[in-house]
């Protein structure tokens, strides 16, 4: 099965650092520019994305009810997702 | 008690990591090769497809596109690699500190202490085999073994995504029918020499007279024994012990062939000094200089002198090098790469015998100088302060080879002989 290029999406997030250092996604904005607020974060690990081709702290996240995983590669410090 | 010594081998690393990070690619044959325009031609990793079509490690980028029209070339990116590399040793560390790294993508980890509680080695190794494939997106293969040469077979035996235990029950099974030549120190030299007596796998190696071997390759002859009956106790090393410098090098192959002293002079003193900055960095001073040459037939020789007086000055370094150079170089054919390397080294603050013929005032004002530069560079950059003769040939010069510079596997024996073959000879 062929890969469509263009799987990696890099995204704008907002984000807090807990006192003790915990870094946590808030909201992210998407490719049309609109926010999508995060309800909650179920997990938070290092996995790679062979999809859109990276590896980062891979956050699963609750987005207007579905799961979507956010990654965050700590090499560039960039967010990305994985175009469905 | 047996250890239990795993080696885990990233597989064809740098082709997987850019298979990674290029999804489009996946599907087709890749090979990561240097930049064909700089000359640094040659494959250095291949994709499986690339492999099954032939394209061996080492092939120049033209041959490799002969048996594999269709391939892609990636250019290398050596701080990614280095990156991976970093988080497989911290996967690592999570079972065992005595890891020792073979190169960027191999290594040996003893886990003989972590046993009792994680589990078997077999267990340990399906555990960093799946982690390292769900974290970093590469798949290793493993081997488990209770030394560590079996334990480095055992990784190559089955490959992709595998692990591979060879235990004192199976080993005879395992290792015994593998040619002798995939036996570590095992060379082309070594093998055919092997072949000629007869010896055409390991297990014929463990059979043989260890007397023979002996009489045929002296006491490396025995290490070879000690290795193919899988009696190595060679131990893996603590993280982060690094075996003492024995000496230090560079060598490039330069953007286009050189053709005379003149082009030479400024490779030799471009490598010269990133040579005397690395012995300043390291606080040593060298005894030895030694040149290796090689022409565009890929005939290489390499010659080394004694100076006098033990040195770090860059200046020095490279009219040392040149010096040999000049004496045996008889230029019948343009030179492809070349080399500088430093040895016999030892302390710049030990007392010396001074020269009647040497200027120590001059020497003291070289010193300065250099160690002038090398805070310039470390503040500014390598090309804010240069020599003149590096605006002969922008073109030749243009590289800083301290900074290029980058780490080979080290050598099986580099902190001396742990096998454990003195040993038995003793006794």
């Known amino acids: 099965m062929p890969i469509e290029p263009g799987c990696k999406v890099f995204v704008s997030v907002g984000a807090t650092f807990s006192k003790d250092g915990i870094l946590r996604p808030a909201w992210l904005e998407w490719e049309d520019g609109t926010r999508y607020k995060i309800e909650r974060i179920k997990h938070c690990e290092r996995a790679a994305s062979l999809k859109a081709g990276g590896i980062g702290y891979r956050y699963t996240c609750l987005i207007c009810g579905q799961e979507h995983f956010l990654y965050y590669d700590d090499a560039d410090g960039k967010w990305f997702v994985e175009r469905k | ?142 081997g488990v073994s209770w030394n560590k040469i079996f334990a480095k077979l055992g990784s190559d035996y089955r490959k992709p995504d595998a692990v591979t235990v060879i235990s004192r029950e199976n080993y005879r099974n395992i290792v015994f029918p593998l040619p002798a030549g995939d036996l570590l120190f095992v060379g082309r030299a070594t093998q055919r020499k092997l072949y000629k007596y007869g010896i055409l796998t390991i297990g014929a190696l ?68 990133s040579v005397a900055a690395r012995l300043r960095e390291n606080q040593f001073a060298c005894r030895v200089v030694e040149v290796s040459v090689r022409d565009n037939g890929l005939y290489s020789f390499t010659r080394q002198h004694k100076i006098e007086t033990p040195t770090n000055i860059t200046g020095e370094i490279a009219e040392e090098a040149l010096r040999i150079f000049r004496a045996d170089y008889r230029w019948e054919n343009p030179i492809r790469s070349i080399g500088v390397r430093a040895c016999g080294l030892c302390d710049p603050q030990s007392p010396v015998q001074l020269s009647f013929f040497q200027d120590e005032n001059y020497r003291e004002r070289l010193r300065r100088a250099d160690r002038a530069t090398d805070d310039v560079r470390k503040r500014f950059g390598y090309y804010s302060v240069q020599r003149g003769l590096m605006y002969c040939d922008p073109a030749l010069s243009h590289t800083d080879a301290k900074k290029d510079h980058t780490i080979h596997p080290h050598g099986y024996m580099e902190r001396g002989n742990r096998t454990g073959a003195d040993e038995k000879e003793r006794r």
């Open chain 2, 1 to 142: 008690m047996d250890r239990v010594i795993l080696h885990s081998d990233m597989n064809s690393c740098y082709a997987s990591i850019e298979l990674l990070y290029h999804p489009e690619l996946r599907g087709k044959p890749v090979a990561v090769g240097g930049d064909p325009e700089a000359r640094h031609g040659i494959v250095l990793a291949k994709s499986g497809l690339a492999k099954k079509a032939g394209v061996k490690t080492g092939m120049a980028l033209w041959q490799a596109k002969q048996v594999c029209p269709d391939i892609i070339f990636v250019r290398p990116h050596m701080d990614l690699y280095l990156r991976f590399s970093k988080l497989a040793h911290e996967i690592y560390a999570d079972y065992t500190d005595l890891q020792e790294p073979f190169g960027i993508d191999e290594c040996w980890l003893d886990v003989t202490e972590s046993c009792g509680i994680l589990g078997t080695g077999e267990q340990i190794a399906e555990e960093i085999r799946n982690r390292v494939k769900h974290e970093l997106g590469v798949t290793v293969s493993i």
């Open chain 2, 206 to 273: 463990a059979e043989a007279d260890p007397a023979l071997l002996r009489s045929l390759f002296g006491k490396a002859g025995l290490i070879l024994s000690v290795f193919a009956n899988g009696n190595d106790e060679t131990p893996v090393s603590m993280e982060n012990t690094e075996a003492p410098i024995k000496s230090i090098g560079n060598s490039m192959t330069t953007p286009r062939d050189l053709v005379n002293d003149g082009d030479v002079k400024i490779v030799l003193y471009l490598l010269s000094e």
